[in-house]
């Protein structure tokens, strides 16, 4: 697999996994990646059809964009932990019953 193959699929699996639904991160981050991975996709498909490459470049600037901001906002600010739920024991789910 070439590395414009993977682009599309490395950007846009990590950026659905922090949905903006999640907030694990600022909002604009998995955006960047879900835009972006179908961009360099298209990229790649108008390049076999003939589409000289200088004239696709400015599809992987979304790209560019998420993997430093991601980068940039993980090392300084890390996941938001308020973003992720404790883990419950399955006994502390249930209802507790009492014989009547």
């Not at 360099?40 to 979304?62: E, I, K, Q, S, T």
Request: hydrophobic share 50%; aromatic share 8%.
């Amino acid at each position: 697999m070439t590395p414009t193959a993977a682009i599309p699929s490395t950007a846009t699996q990590p950026a659905s996994a922090m949905s903006p639904q999640r907030k694990l991160v600022a909002r604009f981050i998995p955006v960047l990646g879900l835009i972006g991975g179908p961009l360099v996709f298209a990229a790649n498909v108008a390049g076999m059809f003939g589409v000289p490459r200088h004239d696709l470049g400015v599809c992987v600037v979304p790209v560019f964009a998420w993997e430093v901001c991601l980068a940039i906002f993980l090392i300084t600010k890390g996941y938001r932990p308020t973003a992720v739920t404790p883990i419950v024991p399955s006994d502390e789910r249930q209802p507790q019953l009492t014989p009547a």
